[in-house]
């Protein structure tokens, strides 16, 4: 079964960090690109930022860039977006995905920063 399990989310006040994880299954992870990305209710799902196959290069949004840090662990088939300096506007929910041949969207987690 090909599956996508994202989780670490939470309510945290700006300024705070939360780790999030991709747990992945079903497919070699170890061949694909990944990405996370985010969504708001009702507004578009927004790219967040990208690794390559062993994590040798990172891309991020210019929104979180210097914030955020995407790193992924090939043994154990996961993907991370460690977040420091959160923001209200990094409210959403957060997804991961294989860059190129996506599969069905996890259920996401979902992160609120608020005071």
């Known amino acids: 079964q090909v599956q996508l399990v994202e989780s670490g989310g939470g309510l945290v006040q700006p300024g705070g960090s939360l780790r999030l994880s991709c747990a992945t299954s079903?497919?070699?992870?170890?061949?694909?690109?990944m990405d996370w990305y985010r969504q708001v209710l009702g507004k578009e799902r927004e790219f967040v930022a990208s690794?390559?196959?062993?994590?040798?290069?990172?891309y991020y949004a210019d929104s979180v860039k210097g914030r955020f840090t995407i790193s992924r662990d090939n043994p154990k088939s996961t993907l991370y977006l460690q977040m420091n300096s959160l923001k209200p506007e990094d409210t959403a929910v957060y997804y991961c995905?294989?860059?190129?041949?996506?599969?069905?969207w996890g259920q996401g987690t979902q992160v609120t920063v608020s005071s």
């Open positions: 995905n294989r860059r190129n041949f996506p599969i069905p």
């Open positions: 079903g497919f070699t992870f170890s061949d694909y690109d």
């Open positions: 690794i390559t196959l062993e994590g040798r290069s990172t």
